[in-house]
């Protein structure tokens, strides 16, 4: 991270299990992953200079976690979340969504918010107004339409 300067990292498909927040080196890391399997997995990993404005965090699940950052003029917070793929049973992708919202109503609404995903989601060319700008790509699919019903 230090060599090519970043100070906020997120990854999926970590692996590790249980769900912890601890020190390595010059870097803070929170994660979450499954107890039982080591599959799925989230972290955002910090160097120590952002740590010192780390507000708190929400260890969701084994594919979802927030970190909340003091900042100027506003607070920042990070959503990191693993999605499903496209052939995911309906009642999975629902439960995402709703962890999703969970986060979601934990989050001042004044916060910047960033939601850091690959969705598998193809929502299209057509612009929507503040959700989708005029720079969409490809015909949108069923993860895409849900997707943009979810940011409305």
């Excluded at 498909?13 to 890391?29: P, R, T, V, Y």
């Excluded at 010192?52 to 979340?81: E, H, W, Y």
């Amino acid at each position: 991270m230090a060599r090519v300067n970043i100070d906020i990292l997120v990854i999926n498909k970590l692996k590790w299990s249980g769900m912890e927040e601890f020190n390595s080196d010059d870097h803070f890391i929170y994660y979450c992953g499954q107890e039982s399997h080591r599959r799925n997995g989230v972290a955002i990993i910090v160097n120590k200079r952002v740590q010192n404005a780390v507000l708190g965090c929400n260890l969701k699940n084994d594919r979802m976690i927030s970190v909340c950052f003091q900042g100027k003029p506003f607070n920042i917070t990070v959503i990191q979340v693993y999605a499903l793929t496209s052939n995911a049973e309906e009642a999975e992708v629902e439960r995402v969504y709703e962890d999703l919202q969970d986060l979601l109503e934990l989050t001042p609404r004044k916060n910047v918010l960033f939601i850091i995903e690959d969705w598998n989601a193809k929502v299209g060319s057509q612009e929507i107004p503040g959700v989708i700008g005029k720079f969409g790509l490809g015909v949108q699919n069923e993860a895409g339409q849900r997707l943009i019903e979810f940011c409305q």
